[in-house]
């Protein structure tokens, strides 16, 4: 997957992505050891879940996703990594539109 896939960083995270043919959106999470302890760990996967749930409601195209969380990302506010996320995946050509404006919280 980090071979094949095509990396696109952020200071939140690195996004990798391989299309596919299999006609779903999937993806993985890598939060390591150094974000802090099981509890922190684990509200940054939410956050990256709820992130990515919110940015691909409307995929273009069949992907498989990984996404690597960085340091910086253990005191951002959802608000931030929703707009983060929303840049690194039409870069990557994961989402065909933003995120309308009704979405995206204040």
Do not use: W
Not at 40 to 64: F, W
Not at 77 to 97: E, P, T
């Amino acid at each position: 997957m980090y071979t094949l896939g095509k990396k696109h960083s952020d200071p939140y995270f690195a996004v990798f992505a391989v299309r596919t043919e299999s006609g779903s959106f999937r993806y993985g999470l890598t939060v390591t050891r150094h974000m802090g302890s099981a509890v922190r760990r684990n509200r940054i996967k939410r956050l990256l879940r709820e992130s990515i749930r919110v940015c691909a409601t409307d995929p273009a195209g069949s992907a498989d996703v990984v996404v690597v969380a960085r340091k910086s990302i253990s005191d951002a506010h959802f608000d931030d990594i929703l707009v983060h996320m929303n840049r690194v995946f039409r870069k990557a050509g994961l989402i065909s539109r933003e995120i309308p404006e009704q979405r995206k919280t204040t």
